[in-house]
């Protein structure tokens, strides 16, 4: 809504129904971060823990072929969608293989 | 399409879980809120033929910051006492719609109602044990922060014994609560309806499978599921799910289900921790000496004798550490 007007009483459907589904991506949550989750796709196991436990869906499964430096190939990897991860940590807290490093945001 | 009431498949590891995510990132749950956890996989195992009535709490307030919502499927609120009314309805109306042909008889159409421990325990009970007796095909799910968490941390009757709130402050003459937890899932379960469970998100697989039963059974169903809140509970937000799996290791919150008269334990701990693990971690029990603490493991002791008496074998063992 930034930069715009709010409707105005008759405006609003009755009820005061919002009509868009999950339209709260326009009001991304990224900014509250004072710590950022990284993932180290060389160490990461690929158990999915982070993204079962991430309360704000900010953990996405990438369906792309991944191969590490030892060779192992993946046919996925996760990665933190930092438009909506507000830092909590609890995926840095449940990686099983401490794949995850939590580093202070600076401006 | 129609779907069998048994067609849910069994979750058995974090793969079989569905990628598609029915409530939108954006919502304003404080970071490390396990609320936002829950109802993500709530609404995975529902899938999208569903309508959730929330009542008035932390989960409806986040979600729903107008003219924004994080809900990708129908969802109403009404008000904070109501929400197992609204679904009562939301059900009875689904089964007239399609008595008469307006909506397909075979369509499956999950109607859930989501509230929080103050909706629940306390100002929502009534309509609770109203849809209990009626019998409505409505899945109940209370996420338990233990507090009115967004009004600011005030007492509810699932408020632990000696916890710090806003309206059961620490001092010279109140030490938190003075009271117990209500024991909310067997006063429902005393209702005797289909299904009633507990829950804890730490063990995810046994929470979505129960959301799966909850939803499949012919009448109404009740899951009790914890949810550590980092805001009211005190502590880093990193930890919500150690506090939460330290629940069950101590045994403070033991996960269990009844399926149609059946108890079981779905999550057997062979060895306990001692409660101070769990208390310790939470700045709202910082205050507890050691002889309150003391206190609250013999009631815990109770508790699992209770339990494993109630199943003829140890399935709670005994304290370790
Ligand atoms: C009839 C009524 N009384 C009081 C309120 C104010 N109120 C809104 S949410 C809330 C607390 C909700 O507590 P709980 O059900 O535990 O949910 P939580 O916020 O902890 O998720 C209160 C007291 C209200 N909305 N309606
Ligand atoms: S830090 Fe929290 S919000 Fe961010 S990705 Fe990890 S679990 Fe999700
Ligand atoms: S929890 Fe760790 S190992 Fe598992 S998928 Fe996430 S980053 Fe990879
Ligand atoms: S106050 Fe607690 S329950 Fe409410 S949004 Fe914050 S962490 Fe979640
Ligand atoms: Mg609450």
Same mark, same amino acid.
């Given at each position: 809504?930034?930069? /715009? ?103 | ?18 990628? %598609? ?22 609404? /995975? ?41 609204? $679904? ?6 689904? /089964? ?40 409505? /095909? ?6 338990? #922060? ?50 009633? $469970? ?61 399926? #149609? ?43 699992? %004798? ?16």
């Amino acid at each position: 809504m930034q930069g /715009k007007q709010l409707p105005k009483w008759n405006e609003i459907p009755p009820g005061g129904a919002i009509l868009e589904p999950g339209n709260s991506v326009k009001r991304p949550t990224g900014d509250w971060r004072t710590f950022r989750p990284i993932i180290d796709k060389e160490k990461c196991v690929r158990c999915l823990l982070c993204w079962v436990y991430c309360p704000d869906a900010a953990i996405k499964i990438i369906d792309e072929p991944y191969r590490t430096a030892s060779g192992k190939e993946w046919k996925f990897s996760v990665e933190v969608d930092y438009t909506f991860c507000k830092g909590c940590g609890i995926c840095v807290e449940e990686c099983p293989v401490k794949a995850i490093e939590f580093v202070e945001e600076v401006k | 399409m129609s779907q069998s009431a048994t067609s849910r498949p069994v979750y058995r590891s974090p793969f079989d879980l569905p990628r %598609e995510e029915y409530l939108a990132p954006g919502h304003s749950l404080c970071a490390g809120c396990v609320a936002g956890m829950i109802v993500r996989h709530l609404l /995975k195992v529902a899938g999208p033929n569903t309508i959730v009535v929330t009542a008035t709490g932390c989960v409806e307030v986040s979600t729903t910051l107008y003219p924004y919502t994080s809900w990708r499927i129908p969802w109403i609120h009404v008000a904070f006492e109501n929400a197992a009314s609204v $679904a009562s309805g939301i059900e009875a109306a689904i /089964k007239v719609l399609q008595r008469k042909g307006v909506i397909d008889p075979n369509k499956r159409i999950n109607v859930i109602a989501l509230a929080g421990d103050g909706g629940t325990y306390d100002i929502g009970f009534q309509a609770l044990s109203g849809l209990l007796e009626r019998g409505h /095909k409505v899945l109940y799910v209370l996420y338990d #922060n233990e507090a009115y968490m967004n009004t600011g941390i005030q007492r509810s009757g699932g408020t632990p014994l000696f916890a710090w709130t806003t309206t059961t402050p620490v001092g010279k003459v109140w030490k938190g609560k003075w009271q117990q937890k209500k024991p909310i899932a067997e006063i429902v379960a005393a209702h005797r309806i289909p299904y009633v $469970a507990t829950a804890n998100p730490a063990y995810f697989i046994d929470m979505v499978n129960k959301f799966r039963k909850g939803l499949e059974v012919d009448g109404p169903a009740f899951i009790h599921v914890i949810q550590p809140c980092p805001t009211g509970w005190r502590f880093d937000p990193r930890y919500s799910i150690k506090v939460a799996k330290l629940a069950t290791e101590t045994a403070m919150w033991i996960n269990w289900e009844i399926e #149609n008269g059946e108890f079981r334990v779905t999550v057997p701990v062979p060895k306990r921790k001692h409660v101070k693990h769990y208390l310790r971690m939470q700045g709202r029990f910082r205050h507890l000496t050691d002889k309150e603490i003391e206190e609250i493991q013999r009631f815990i002791d109770r508790e699992v %004798e209770y339990i494993n008496k109630r199943l003829g074998k140890e399935v709670i063992g005994p304290l370790v550490e």
